[in-house]
């Protein structure tokens, strides 16, 4: 029950007595920290839960609204400053590594904010039918990843100061844009190549939206085989 020991303790006991909570200090940021730009309006930013998470001189006043998806029922559940009963129907490991919304009614720019716990390692993390949530973290950066076990329909980056979603799928890119040296890869793997060459992604948020209960690899990138039985 790690999760729900990040949420104020006087705030859950208020509203939910059966879930257990934290008392929300800044000590150090132990589990590691990450930077974020933080929009005015809406912005979806990888396991941040509460505003005392921030780690520098923000002013959390301006931090008005926090939600997270359920995957299961594909509703949104309120994280602050209301908690609504229904986030206990997410497990907690999900919880801290998926992207939440943050709703900030002033422009912060970049800033430093606290993990409330070890990161997951993005290919253990499951994503449930329909849309998920995902957030970027650090281990998703500089390498080749695929759909894994998943059937990926979708996927969809937030544009946090045009406030629009840039939805793609399988009919969104060219042929032309898929030819890598003559062999035409995945659009997924076109995705996410894109999103894992960019360390200021790390901290953000994307959607994926999948057919079926499942997690994402590492792209296997197997050298040539040996010449032993080669007839060219």
């Given amino acids: ?13 208020l509203i939910i007595s059966s879930v257990i909570v934290y008392a929300p200090e800044i000590e150090e ?6 930077n974020v730009r933080l929009s005015l309006g809406w912005n979806l930013i990888y396991g941040f839960v509460h505003p005392d998470q921030i780690a520098d001189f923000l002013d959390t006043k301006h931090i008005k609204a926090i939600y997270a998806l359920i995957p299961t029922t594909q509703q949104y559940a309120s994280f602050y400053p209301e ?16 992207a939440t919304w943050v709703y900030l009614d002033k422009e912060e720019g970049e800033r430093t904010y606290c993990l409330k716990a070890d990161i997951i390692p993005f ?16 281990d ?4 080749l990843i695929d759909s894994g076990s998943c059937t990926i329909e979708k996927m969809a980056g937030w544009d946090s100061y045009q ?10 890119l060219s042929d032309e844009t898929l030819n890598q040296s003559g062999t035409k890869i995945n659009w997924w793997t076109y995705v996410f190549a894109g999103l894992s060459d960019n360390s200021q992604d790390i901290g953000k948020g994307i959607a994926i939206k999948v057919t079926n209960e499942c997690k994402l690899s590492r792209l296997r990138a197997d050298p040539p085989p040996l010449p032993n039985n080669y007839s060219g």
Wanted: glycine residues 4%; contains cysteine.
């Fill in 163 to 172: 406030k629009k979603w840039t939805v793609i799928d399988a009919d969104t």
């Fill in 1 to 13: 029950m790690k999760i729900k020991q990040i949420i104020l303790s006087t705030v859950f006991m």
């Fill in 83 to 98: 908690v609504d009963r229904n986030i206990q129907h997410i497990d907690d490991d999900i919880l801290i590594n998926t």
């Fill in 140 to 143: 998703m950066i500089n390498i």
């Fill in 123 to 138: 290919e253990e993390r499951p994503l449930s039918r329909g849309w998920n949530l995902f957030g970027m973290t650090p």
């Fill in 29 to 34: 940021c132990r589990y590691g920290q990450l």
